[in-house]
């Protein structure tokens, strides 16, 4: 590779900080546009984890007072909701359309189900996934590519399910 002039050296420099310019400006543009939304976001969880609010912090009335209601009506659906949700344990079925499985292959592949569902925890992230569409309004949930390994082997691999926090979430303010 020939060595640059320096021409060619401060035009790329010039185009490398352009585009730091320009990524920076939408970061600060998109904070900036969601900004209330965190605010409100944090006296939600402020108000459900009954933290007090100083005089400082522009809080509504309603969420500077150490008060359980938040708490308790968001416990009261989120426990509903799930129960709904979960009453039928598992809340699957396998079918065999096609006739070609055998009944102890459609019931090992049931049972490797079950055993995903004991893996991946997926009740108790289920009830916290709840309980954040509850007091926010929506959820966020990742399903990461997951694999248990026991004794230097692949016992298991499957998807994840991860309930992630608002707050931990990027997303587009302008849709």
């Known amino acids: ?91 699957y079925d396998l079918v065999n359309r096609n ?7 459609v019931y090992a592949a049931w049972l490797q189900l079950r055993y995903q569902d004991r893996v991946t925890k997926w009740k108790r992230k289920l009830l916290r996934a709840t309980r954040g569409l509850c007091l926010f309004g929506t959820q966020f949930v990742e399903t990461p590519w997951e694999s248990k390994i026991r004794n230097g082997r692949s016992v298991w691999e499957g998807l994840g399910f991860k309930p992630r926090s608002l707050l931990q979430c990027v997303f587009d303010p302008w849709i």
């Not at 006739?99 to 292959?105: G, S, W």
């Open 99 to 105: 006739m070609k499985q055998t009944e102890e292959q």
């Open 1 to 91: 590779m020939e060595p640059q002039s320096d021409l060619e050296m401060f035009l790329a420099e010039n185009e490398r900080v352009k585009a730091v310019e320009g990524i920076t400006k939408k970061v600060s543009d998109w904070q900036d546009a969601l900004s209330s939304h965190f605010t409100e976001w944090e006296e939600y969880a402020t108000s459900y984890r009954l933290i007090e609010t100083s005089d400082g912090q522009k809080a509504n009335m309603s969420t500077k007072t150490r008060v359980g209601e938040t708490l308790r009506s968001t416990e009261a659906l989120t426990t509903s909701i799930f129960r709904m949700m979960t009453s039928a344990d598992p809340c």
